[in-house]
């Protein structure tokens, strides 16, 4: 497994340190949230019960990599857990929506369920058992980074689960090394993601790959290709699931202190929806469609300052058709009236290419600068 | 490609791009185009464009392949603001050495593209390291997060303006709204992007001179650019510009454009400074700019600023009194005039608002009655005239620049920093005389005030002549003639020539405090008509000329050869004749660090021999570190 050290990591690890000083505390037993949502299963249209686990965090966070340069996840973690927490955690929001309809459970640890160290395996095996023994659940989506997904982990999960699907999510972000590498200090390579995928196919799990949709130090232009290319590369290294995460801006990482300097943007909605409209198109064109179950975005942050934004004018507008396409998987969903920021995102695109200037976003309002 | 330096002022200079085809002057403004493959930059104004390609993104290499541009770009430094110090070193360690390996290559089309960083020291490092491998170009991208800074702004560009050769050219990438140009150009910005004008328009925004308003809020029209006078009525033109989006885009860049030939124009006419002054009324960052400017850097400032001009100076605002053109008539004041010590009597005088002021109705009485003491008690008399802002300005230099040149609007109210100058300077002034001097103020209401103050701050008794508040009225020049006559009543004759004082004491202005009298050590004469060069003779033969527009001395080879005996104002030339009418960089071995533009110099050889005499282009610092072009005008040649 390759750990590559990206340019940025000296100040990652600085940030890191000092987030995870901050960070707020919290009860060992109890989740930090779960809900339920309609989403798109891979058996069509359905309920999914999410639920965000308290755990020690992502071991790439916590050690000498300080971690991604976009993740603020280590944020809601705790520094002493036992394994009968973290089953507690599943128990107790599984009574909590017992009486409710689900056919899928989405599990996010901030970090790799799959890594022993997070998520001991006593917990592993008992909170499978849990959710196994729900009649209506058909998908188990679990994360993990790719150098926790080997053959003994994954027959043991599989062990506890009977004809149910078991999903792995992988945050690939990029299937361009130098990206994930620096831009986002992930430290792992493509072909790390492609050991992962072929090591899970092999145990009949699926692979979910979570991809960033614009990393730092891109202009949007190279974000939108970027994200085009990255999902073409998954799916072609046997992701049928694909999840495009627009960057939000969370606390404590070095996107945030870009952001607050007014050096970086989260994407535009006109943006994604380029990506997607493009990606059908190619998908079909290079004859792909049988490889991919969907092609989901579900940002967070979105229509706010921190999430994904086009203009207060046609955000809601963006959050619902992006609703309606996550089920439909039509991108024609997103074919929204144009709205007159359309024509400044246009406009920025390009300019952002002549002159690389990554603060064009405080000129959305340009009159207040005269 | 050639880039021509014409003039300079301040941080702000005059430039000519040119190749065999196309000619292109800066500051002007350049626009990003697309073709099928590319986006890429035009330069310039109207068809004779010079191309520039866009910059790399640092995650593909840095060096680019696009050769076929006019201006291309060589490095994309990583030196984001948020980043800290470590990573950029590491990262700049490695740029360089990639960059060290390409130096042979770099010319004066190259281009490397600079942003705001957090370090100061790391900022200086990569400016330092631009400067030695020979880049001759910056651009800047990443502004608008200091552009309402005003702190950051001015450092930001002192620091490109002091460590790059001032022949660099510095093209802004971001896009600045227009009313932010002028400071931007007085900063050091030679080439504007015109994307704050797309920009307004994909927003609505309809920009006048100062400002902007949105289409729908337009309430009267008042352009009538080839665009807006298609209408016959505000409403018309609302409705034209809302449905045609590239009419209200053309208004937009006119809006644009007209701002960079107001800047140009002004840079032309030396009244770059004055125009500066104007346009930050609107505009809160750039006066706070122009503030820390002017009391942070002024002396980097006035380096760079033209000693002599002919362009009036309008003092209208607080900004009028540290103007580098009158810091720098202060500091010369203090520093390199000295009252003569045969002089018994000074009289001090209130300013007039005819310039000279020996032009003036007032003036013209004192003189009367000054001259009516006899040519032999004359000499002992020192005038100095007390004025705001430039404080005190001695009878021998009132046709210098800047004193026979700025006017300010008369009130008679003086507020506090005015009095603070004034005061300064006449103390200054006036602290080391003898007792024996006799102090005369012959001033009435609010310069009476000043005057107590520096009686007080000095300790020493002034008389005043004026009564009634008035100057001019008989009884207070008969006051004044009675107090001359009993002051100098048993001073023996005086030797006294009033064009060898006149010279003596211009050229210590010019030179040093001394030079004069070394320059002028017999008796001249100064011959001339209005408006025409003043000749300087001795006996027959012309020793030199003051040009009349500006005050100025002008040096002969007579003089040069005295003042290059005294390393002063010199210019070393690397060999021992001269070709041609200008002194070029590369020429130059060494130079006096207190040259300014427009100063007369004197070239010599190793040795301090004369070889010419001419006016300075650039200053003496500039002409060190500048590797190409024209830095000194050659006048005369000795033969």
């Not at chain 2, 009419?247 to 009244?271: P, Q, S, T, V, W």
């Not at chain 2, 809160?284 to 942070?296: C, F, H, W």
Request: aromatic fraction near 8%; charge should be neutral; proline fraction near 3%.
């Amino acid at each position: 497994m390759s750990r590559n050290k990206g340019i940025f990591i000296d100040q990652i690890c600085a940030l890191r340190k000092k987030s995870l000083r901050n960070r707020k505390k919290r009860e060992a037993n109890k989740a930090i949230a779960a809900w339920i949502e309609e989403d798109r299963l891979i058996s069509g249209p359905g309920q999914a019960l999410v639920i965000i686990m308290n755990s020690i965090g992502c071991e790439w966070a916590r050690g000498k990599e300080g971690g991604c340069s976009m993740c603020g996840y280590s944020n809601d973690t705790i520094e002493d857990i036992t394994a009968d927490d973290l089953i507690q955690q599943i128990d107790d929001v599984l009574s909590r929506f017992s009486g409710k309809k689900f056919q899928a459970v989405k599990l996010f640890n901030s970090g790799s369920f799959l890594d022993e160290k997070e998520i001991p395996l006593k917990a592993q095996e008992k909170i499978m058992q849990l959710i196994n023994s729900l009649s209506d659940v058909t998908e188990i989506i679990i994360e993990s980074r790719p150098e926790y997904v080997s053959d003994l982990v994954l027959q043991r999960i599989q062990n506890q689960l009977q004809g149910k699907v078991l999903e792995i999510g992988i945050g690939l972000e990029s299937s361009n090394d130098f990206i994930r590498i620096n831009n986002i200090n992930k430290g792992f390579l493509l072909s790390d993601f492609q050991k992962a995928v072929k090591i899970a196919i092999k145990n009949n799990a699926r692979v979910k790959s979570y991809l960033l949709f614009k990393p730092p130090f891109l202009t949007e232009k190279e974000a939108i290709e970027d994200m085009i290319h990255s999902v073409l590369e998954s799916i072609k290294a046997g992701a049928r699931s694909i999840s495009i995460n627009p960057l939000n801006i969370q606390g404590g990482t070095l996107v945030f202190e870009l952001w607050n300097n007014n050096l970086y943007r989260s994407p535009w909605f006109w943006s994604l929806r380029e990506v997607l409209q493009t990606l059908w198109d190619k998908i079909k064109a290079e004859g792909l469609e049988k490889n991919v179950d969907r092609i989901l975005s579900d940002p967070s942050g979105a229509g706010s300052n921190r999430g994904i934004h086009n203009c207060k004018l046609c955000d809601k507008d963006f959050i619902k058709a992006l609703k309606r396409y996550n089920l439909s998987q039509n991108p024609a969903e997103l074919n929204i009236n144009i709205c007159q920021c359309f024509k400044l995102w246009e406009e920025f695109l390009s300019y952002e290419v002549a002159s690389f200037d990554q603060s064009l976003s405080m000129l959305e309002y340009g009159k207040k600068f005269l | 490609m050639r880039i021509q330096l014409t003039s300079i002022s301040g941080f702000a200079k005059l430039t000519k791009i040119k190749d065999d085809m196309k000619l292109v002057e800066t500051p002007t403004i350049m626009k990003y185009t697309k073709n099928q493959k590319d986006i890429f930059w035009e330069i310039g104004e109207n068809e004779n464009l010079f191309s520039m390609n866009s910059p790399p993104s640092f995650l593909h290499g840095n060096i680019t392949n696009n050769l076929n541009a006019d201006f291309i770009f060589v490095y994309n430094f990583l030196m984001q603001q948020s980043l800290n110090e470590t990573v950029l070193e590491k990262q700049f360690e490695k740029a360089f050495e990639e960059l060290n390996h390409l130096k042979s290559s770099f010319n004066e089309r190259s281009v490397a593209l600079i942003q705001p960083t957090s370090s100061i020291t790391f900022f200086e490092r990569v400016l330092n390291a631009i400067r030695d491998l020979q880049i001759s170009n910056v651009a800047i991208t990443n502004l608008l997060p200091i552009l309402s800074n005003h702190r950051k702004l001015v450092e930001f560009f002192t620091k490109i303006r002091t460590i790059l050769p001032i022949d660099t050219t510095v093209f802004l990438l971001s896009p600045v709204p227009h009313t932010f140009m002028p400071i931007l150009a007085y900063l050091g910005v030679d080439v504007f992007s015109d994307e704050y004008g797309r920009i307004a328009t994909k927003q609505s925004l309809y920009l006048t001179d100062s400002n902007g308003y949105y289409l729908d809020e337009l309430k009267e029209q008042f352009c009538f650019c080839a665009v807006c006078s298609k209408a016959s009525t505000t409403e018309q033109l609302i409705n034209n510009l809302q449905v045609n989006e590239i009419e209200l885009e053309k208004h937009n860049l006119n809006i644009l454009l007209k701002k960079i030939r107001e800047i140009r124009a002004a840079l032309k006419n030396n009244e770059l400074r004055s125009f500066i002054e104007q346009q930050i009324q609107t505009n809160i960052t750039s006066a706070a700019s122009l503030r820390i400017l002017d009391k942070e850097w002024s002396k980097e400032i006035i380096s760079r600023t033209p000693t002599w001009s002919s362009a009036p100076i309008k003092s209208i605002t607080s900004y009028g009194y540290y103007r580098p053109e009158v810091k720098e008539f202060q500091n010369r004041i203090t520093n390199r005039f000295e009252i003569l010590p045969t002089k018994k009597v000074v009289v001090i005088l209130p300013c007039s608002a005819r310039k000279p002021y020996s032009n003036s109705q007032s003036h013209k009485k004192f003189i009367e009655i000054i001259d009516s003491l006899g040519k032999e008690k004359i000499g002992y008399i020192q005038e100095l005239i007390l004025t705001s802002p430039l404080g005190v300005i001695p009878r021998q230099l009132e046709n210098v620049y800047p004193a026979a040149h700025y006017d300010i609007p008369v009130t008679g109210d003086w507020d506090f920093e005015e009095k603070e100058i004034a005061t300064e300077l006449l103390s200054r002034t006036i602290e080391k005389l003898g007792s024996d001097v006799v102090i005369i103020a012959h001033v009435s209401n609010e310069y009476t005030d000043l005057c107590e103050i520096v009686e007080k701050k000095l300790n020493r008794k002034f008389i005043y002549t004026s009564n009634e508040n008035r100057t001019t009225s008989y009884q207070s020049l008969q006051c004044l003639k009675q107090t001359l006559e009993t002051s100098l009543l048993d001073k023996p004759p005086i030797q006294f020539n009033s064009a060898t004082e006149k010279l003596q004491t211009l050229a210590d202005y010019q030179y040093g405090l001394g030079i004069g009298k070394e320059l002028f050590c017999e008796k001249y004469s100064i011959f001339g008509k209005p408006r025409l060069p003043l000749k300087v003779m001795k006996n027959k033969t012309q020793v030199g000329v003051i040009q009349p527009e500006t005050g100025k001395l002008t040096l002969s080879l007579i003089t040069g050869k005295i003042l290059a005996k005294l390393k002063k104002y010199y210019v070393k030339f690397e060999g021992e004749t001269i070709e041609g009418s200008t002194l070029f960089a590369v020429g130059v071995k060494d130079a006096d660090q207190e040259i300014r533009p427009s100063d007369d110099v004197v070239i010599v050889n190793e040795k301090f021999d004369l070889l010419a005499v001419g006016q300075a282009i650039v200053s003496g610092k500039d002409m060190m570190s500048l590797s190409k072009g024209s830095v000194v005008k050659i006048r005369q040649k000795v033969k």
